[in-house]
């Protein structure tokens, strides 16, 4: 172990190819003054041993220091050529701790990138405490995440896919919203991959880009009922069985309930529904499952639209929400098919047309309704990482860059490895050891 003062700043340092020549106090900060050991070097143009110019003073940003926040003042060398015919003429020496035009050692962007990229913390944050701007630390957010999410062995082979919509930018005058498609590997809960846009074509050409040997290992894929991704999945994965997502096929008899609900309200009272309003009163309860009604809710409800829906419409969207639900009730395939068939039988012999074209969307989907209960695949998985998505999202306030959003989503919860060096345990002091 070193000796004295500048020993042991260059053994806490930890930098190698530099030396320390002081360490100093600004406000609270560490300031470790800094410059290269290297002594003789050779022009990159023409090799010959260059001449020391002169040195300027650059700072970074480097990791806290015993938990105060450190910078570096390195005495940059420039060098010069002497050789008269070299273009080469001056320089300043480079280091492999610092990334050119960057204030911030490679080690503290790779910190950074973590800290924004593990645990999903603002950039803002993260540029605040350091001291740097907010494009530094995202910089270093792409600089040290991309090889990370861009790692061929991050996906791996993928047996049940899940492939779902989600919002990236609302609505504004100038475009309507965009989507984005997260595809999703089911067995890891890992978001695999983002793309820009729902569109089949978008989630054709991803999938045009994986080797044949990943796409013949994808068994099955669930999606929502979203036409263009069944389009999309031929014809590279033709060949998996498509699952219609329980979550979503529910989620569309609830929108169906919810129209005409709007719509008797409105053709009833004449505007949209208010607080006193006795559909709008159960506009809850109504979407509830039947069997977590109790008989007051029960009461509550059937009475509501005693008074509120004269022709049975809303009380026929209703059960026929409830006929969907009742096919995930189902015990085996035989009897999912039985109460299908059932409920879509009973959507077409409806007048109501909001029921009949849930009739028609539940037989255009009727397969891959039921292929949910042959294979058990649902994206339950993605429904929870859309909300480890969500936390990236509120933390970014608003991505307008979809790159940035993608690199820092799958950081989030792409199944990203993240080196952290081991460390050597140290045991809590025990009482025996003074015994
Ligand atoms: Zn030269």
């Known amino acids: 172990m070193a000796g004295d003062g500048i020993g042991f ?38 090799g010959v041993v260059a001449e020391a110019q002169d040195r300027m003073e650059v700072e970074v940003r480097d990791l806290a220091c015993f938990g105060r ?12 050529c002497r050789e008269p015919l070299c273009d080469k003429k001056t320089w300043t020496e480079e280091t492999p701790h610092v990334s050119p035009r960057s204030v911030l050692t490679r080690r503290a962007g790779a910190d950074a990138c973590r800290r924004v990229g593990e645990e999903a913390r603002p950039v803002s944050r993260l540029a605040r405490e350091l001291g740097v701007s907010w494009s530094t630390v995202m910089d270093a957010v792409v600089e040290h995440g991309t090889p990370l999410v861009e790692d061929p062995g991050r996906i791996g082979p993928v047996r049940q896919l899940g492939v779902d919509e989600t919002s990236f930018l609302r609505a504004k005058p100038e ?15 890992v978001m695999i991959d983002l793309i820009e846009g729902n569109a089949a074509g978008d989630v054709r050409a991803w999938l045009g880009g994986r ?44 929108r169906c309930l919810d129209t005409v609900r709007r719509r ?90 909001e029921i009949q074209a849930l009739g028609r969307t539940l037989t255009s989907w009727r397969t891959e309704i039921l292929a949910h209960h042959e294979t058990g695949a649902s994206n339950g998985p993605t429904e929870a990482l859309n909300l480890l998505v969500k936390k990236v999202k509120r933390c970014g306030h608003g991505f307008k860059n979809f790159d940035h959003y993608r690199l820092r989503v799958l950081l989030h919860t792409g199944g990203v490895k993240w080196d952290a060096p081991p460390t050597a345990r140290i045991r809590a002091r025990s009482p025996h050891s003074f015994a």
């Open 9 to 46: 700043a260059e053994a806490l340092l930890g930098l190698d190819g530099f030396r320390v020549l002081g360490v100093g106090d600004l406000d609270g900060e560490v300031v470790v003054l800094i410059e290269t050991t290297a002594e003789r070097v050779g022009c990159s143009g023409c």
């Open 264 to 353: 008797v309200q409105q053709e009833t009272l004449g505007h949209r529904g208010r607080k006193r309003d006795p559909l709008y009163r159960i506009r809850r309860v109504l979407l509830r499952g039947a069997e977590r009604l109790d008989e007051r809710g029960n009461r509550r409800m059937l009475l509501a639209l005693r008074v509120g829906d004269p022709k049975d419409e809303v009380l026929g969207a209703w059960l026929a929400k409830e006929s969907v639900r009742d096919v995930y009730l189902a015990e085996n395939p035989a009897d999912a098919t039985t109460l299908l068939d059932k409920a879509i039988v009973g959507c077409a012999a409806d007048d109501v047309p």
């Open 211 to 254: 080797p044949d040997g990943w796409l013949a290992g994808v068994a099955t894929v669930a999606t929502d009922l979203h036409e263009p991704y069944r389009n999309g999945l031929s014809p590279h994965l033709a060949h998996a069985q498509r699952v219609a997502d329980p979550f979503h096929v529910v989620g569309v008899a609830n």
């Open 69 to 80: 926040p450190a910078r570096l003042r390195w005495a940059k060398r420039r060098w010069r």
């Open 175 to 189: 475009h309507p919203t965009r989507f984005v498609t997260g595809l999703v590997d089911l067995d890891r809960r």
